[in-house]
């Protein structure tokens, strides 16, 4: 049963050296083997879900190698969803990339490599693994970013691969004072050993490890000030890539900032060190407003997707920095809620520079007469975004919320409904466009000659359409259902709280 | 001081590695020079940790050096996997400068910038 959740890691790794061999045969192979790939995921993650309901925590000793001393892999009631997560969003993206490309067979090696990546950040239960599992992600990341043709999207993922590649090793360097520290790698021996050093939380060493991972990972999530990378490994990629990153590479180093604060750290060093959860509330809140408003700025569609993940990501990690039950609910649940949404809404601004050609705010005037379908979901994934119920995005956010004003910070729960109404800004800004500005006279002339000559409607294929439909119906179903998907994360969380 | 600095150094050639490291990344504006800083920066930290490995006086873990405390192989072992990414991390960051020197003819990030600007 337990060994579902090794071959999670191991079958992506396995499935991203077959399409360079079956390329020899056919140029298609790589979609067929990435398909296969991502049901069996889908079917291994159902698995580990499974035996997470019936058994509450598993746990996987790499290589046979008892922990603390060999590598552990460990699912439970908060990883167990993100597994699932990400098997249907790579599913999804998979399904959208057979028309929208990149039509490669290296493409879907990556893609496959990312998918390991990601899983491995998730499932791992050991700090150095942890360190290995995101330069995998990352060293992925940096290849997709780069599938776009242009040379600009080269440019991009080079600074990507610079900030990415420092964000990284200050984690390492992080976990190298651990180890000096306390003599061991595994997260769950790492807590009480933490505790057991002569100075305690107090000591030096410990608290530079902790800013050393803890600054690291933030470069990964791409928290303001340091999500400089971000906006234009988003914008550059493939819009395929930029859904499937969006959606999954952030919330993956963002859930290995919550494992390494609440499982490693645990809350009684937040509270013996109150300046890192100040610090975490800060940083988060800054990010929340200066990601908005960044957001608000934007021309590109892209672009402002990226600024707005700058400020769901600041959400997240204030809520990590709150840190009651309550709030740690809300940013297991938004993480899943932004990967649901924004990779939609990704896939649906591809759809929409796939059949009418439209990229910026000026092209989407009267894009919903055109293409009313996606324009629909786009709107539902606009709206849940902003939090407006029952879809995911309000019941991340108000238990955020909730969490802030439970816990005294009133300034908190200020700056979320200050961010919520940036977010219906910058949406609003959009769909008044889509649905309320009739196109000029110019842009119905310049959509006709791309019609005939550019890009023909037929670009967009059903698939396509269908997943950015199911992104917009999941977002709605999941907030309908999200009081069996807190219940689902609540026990995980009642361990850190003992 | 000089104490620290005799029974230290090697530590302290790793924090100058590392600052020196990050400053090239910063500071340069040449693409290739910023991938060799950011090795330097790497290799800071990995000398960091293959330092705290050893012990002093200590032999090295194999069998047949008993007599003795025995060096710590764990950091060394991690080591031997960071330097695996660093490598793969160099490569991938040099295929990225061949396509963007192919693209605008030059190194130099604001003579990219600037081109990026005109396009």
């Known amino acids: ?175 190298g004072y651990l180890y000096i520290a306390t003599g061991t790698l595994n997260m769950a021996s790492l807590s009480e050993a933490i505790v057991a050093t002569p100075a305690g939380y107090a000591s030096p060493t410990v608290l530079t490890g902790f800013g050393l991972m803890a600054t690291g990972l933030l470069v990964k999530v791409a928290i303001f000030p340091l999500h400089t990378w971000q906006p234009g490994a988003y914008a550059e990629s493939p819009d395929t890539v930029s859904a499937y990153i969006s959606a999954l590479v952030s919330t993956a180093a963002a859930y290995g900032l919550f494992r390494v604060t609440y499982t490693v750290f645990t809350r009684d060093f937040l509270e013996a060190v109150p300046i890192a959860a100040d610090a975490f509330v800060l940083l988060g809140s800054v990010s929340i407003v200066a990601g908005s408003v960044l957001a608000v700025m934007q021309s590109d569609l892209k672009r402002m997707l990226a600024y707005s993940s700058v400020s769901q990501f600041g959400l997240v990690v204030t809520a990590l920095g709150i840190g009651n039950k309550t709030a740690l609910i809300g940013a297991v649940v938004h993480l899943i809620g932004h990967a649901v949404m924004k990779g939609g809404l990704f896939l649906a601004l591809g759809v929409f520079a796939a059949s009418v050609g439209a990229r910026t705010m000026d092209e989407f005037k009267g894009l919903a007469a055109r293409e009313p379908v996606t324009s629909a979901a786009f709107a539902v994934l606009a709206f849940s975004m902003v939090g407006i119920p029952p879809a995911i995005g309000f019941i991340g956010k108000w238990n955020i919320v909730v969490g802030a004003v439970e816990a005294g910070s009133w300034s908190v729960a200020l700056v979320v409904v200050v961010s919520t109404l940036l977010t219906l800004a910058y949406f609003g800004r959009v769909i008044e466009r889509m649905y309320f500005t009739h196109p000029d006279e110019t842009d119905v002339a310049d959509a006709s000659v791309s019609a005939d000559g550019g890009q023909p409607a037929s670009d967009v294929s059903f698939g396509m359409r269908t997943v950015v439909v199911v992104a917009a119906v999941t977002a709605v179903l999941l907030g309908i259902a999200g009081s069996d998907l807190i219940d689902i994360i609540r026990p995980a969380l009642e361990v850190y709280f003992v | 001081m000089i104490d620290l600095l005799t029974t230290h150094y090697n530590y302290i050639a790793s924090i100058l590695l590392v600052g020196i490291g990050l400053y090239v990344v910063m500071g340069s504006p040449n693409l290739v020079r910023k991938v060799i800083g950011m090795n330097i920066f790497q290799v800071g930290i990995f000398l960091f940790f293959v330092t705290t490995g050893y012990v002093d006086g200590g032999v090295p873990p194999i069998v047949g050096h008993t007599e003795g ?51």
């Not at chain 1, 790579?90 to 039509?103: C, D, E, F, N, S």
């Not at chain 1, 360190?131 to 290849?143: D, K, R, S």
């Not at chain 2, 693209?103 to 600037?114: P, T, W």
């Open chain 1, 1 to 175: 049963m337990t060994d579902a959740l090794v071959l999670l890691i191991v079958l992506p790794i396995a499935a991203a050296i077959l399409p360079v061999f079956l390329g020899i045969l056919s140029d298609r192979a790589g979609w067929y083997v990435a398909l296969a790939m991502s049901l069996a995921h889908l079917g291994l993650s159902a698995i580990v879900a499974n035996a997470v309901d019936t058994s509450g925590r598993i746990s996987y000793a790499v290589g046979g190698f008892q922990p603390p001393f060999g590598i552990e892999l460990v699912a439970d009631g908060i990883s167990a969803p993100l597994l699932v997560l990400i098997s249907i969003s790579t599913l999804g993206v998979v399904v959208y990339a057979r028309r929208a490309g990149p039509h490669s067979n290296a493409f879907y090696s990556e893609l496959a490599l990312l998918t390991a990546g990601i899983s491995g950040v998730v499932a791992t239960a050991d700090v150095f693994n942890l360190y290995v599992f995101l330069e995998i992600t990352g060293l992925a990341t940096y290849a997709l970013v780069a599938s776009g043709r242009s040379p600009r999207a080269a440019v991009a993922s080079l600074k990507y691969l610079f900030v990415g590649t420092i964000g990284a090793s200050l984690y390492l360097l992080g976990t």
């Open chain 2, 69 to 119: 405390p025995i060096v710590s192989p764990l950091p060394h072992v991690l080591i031997l996997t960071a330097i695996v990414v660093g490598v793969s991390l160099t490569a991938v960051a040099l295929a990225l400068i061949v396509r963007i020197y192919n693209g605008y003819g030059s190194l130099d990030e604001d003579v990219i910038k600037e081109v990026q600007v005109d396009d």
